[in-house]
C-alpha cells in the first residue's frame, strides 16, 4: 500500500536559519506529492504539489520542494525562515489514476521557529 | 470569509449519544470529504463524495454516516460515541473527485469533539 513518511516529529530552527523537513514516499510508481500546512486553529492549506516536470517545485511564501525519484523523497525546504512559519508541515501523497480517490498524509512535522 | 464552515467547532459529548457535524462548503466544488485527526494517528481518510454521491468509505464503523442533503453539503452523523471517537474531524473538498489528477484539497477549520 502506498505510504509517506515524514521522520521527524518536531523540528526547532533559528529565525533566519535556512529548513530543510524530510518526506519519503513508499510505492513503486511516482505519486502525486504534495505539501500542507497547518497553522494552530486551522485547517490545511497546500503549500505546493508535484505530479511531473521540474523536480524543484515553487510554493507559497518562499517554500520549495525538490523530488527524487532515486530516493522516493519529497523533501520541503525554505532559504531562510520566519516565526510565522511555526505550524505543523504534512507530507501527502495521492497515486495517479488510482480508484481510492484519497490523499494519504504523513504524521507532520511540527516546526518551531525561535527568535 | 472562510470558504468551508464547520459547526461546531467544539463538541463534547457522552459516551453513548449521538451527533451531527455540519460542513458547508462555498467553494463551488464537486468533491468533499471527510478526514480524521487524532493524537494517536495521523490525518486519517474517512470518505470521499462526489455529487453527492458516496465514492470511498474507509472507515471501519457503520457509527458513522455521511449525510449529503445538497451538493455544497456534508454533514457526519456519528452514533454510539466512544471516548475514543474523540478528535478533530475535518471536512474537506475539491473541485473534482481526485483520481489520476493532482487535485487540491481545502480544509475546514475542523470539529474537535470531545466523548466522555
Known amino acids: 500500500a502506498q505510504s509517506v513518511t515524514q521522520p521527524d516529529a518536531r523540528v526547532t530552527v533559528s529565525e533566519g536559519a535556512s529548513l530543510q523537513l524530510r518526506c519519503k514516499y513508499s510505492?513503486?510508481?511516482?505519486?502525486?506529492l504534495f505539501w500542507y500546512v497547518q497553522y494552530p486553529r486551522q485547517g490545511l492549506q497546500l503549500l505546493l504539489k508535484y505530479y511531473s516536470g521540474d523536480p524543484v517545485v515553487q510554493g507559497v511564501n518562499g517554500f520549495e520542494a525538490e523530488f527524487s525519484k532515486s530516493n522516493s523523497s519529497f523533501h520541503l525546504r525554505k532559504a531562510s525562515v520566519h516565526w510565522s512559519d511555526s505550524a505543523v508541515y504534512f507530507c501527502a501523497v495521492s497515486l495517479p489514476s488510482s480508484n481510492t480517490d484519497k490523499v494519504v498524509f504523513g504524521t507532520g512535522t511540527r516546526l518551531q521557529v525561535s527568535p | 470569509d472562510p470558504k468551508i464552515i464547520q459547526k461546531p467547532k467544539y463538541l463534547v459529548a457522552v459516551t453513548g449519544s449521538e451527533k451531527i457535524l455540519i460542513c458547508e462548503q462555498y467553494l463551488g466544488h464537486n468533491a468533499m470529504y471527510w478526514y480524521r485527526q487524532s493524537a494517536k494517528k495521523p490525518l486519517e481518510f474517512m470518505f470521499s463524495?462526489?455529487?453527492?454521491?458516496?465514492?470511498d468509505n474507509q472507515t471501519a464503523s457503520s457509527r458513522f454516516q455521511p449525510q449529503s442533503s445538497k451538493k455544497n453539503h456534508l454533514d457526519l452523523q456519528i452514533t454510539a460515541l466512544k471516548p475514543d471517537d474523540s478528535a478533530t474531524y475535518f471536512c474537506?473538498?475539491?473541485?473534482?473527485?481526485?483520481?489520476?489528477?493532482?487535485?487540491?484539497?481545502?480544509f475546514g477549520s475542523g470539529t474537535r469533539l470531545t466523548v466522555l
Open positions: 474537506a473538498s475539491s473541485q473534482d473527485l481526485g483520481t489520476g489528477c493532482a487535485e487540491t484539497l481545502y
Open positions: 463524495y462526489s455529487y453527492q454521491k458516496l465514492m
Open positions: 510505492y513503486s510508481a511516482t505519486p502525486y
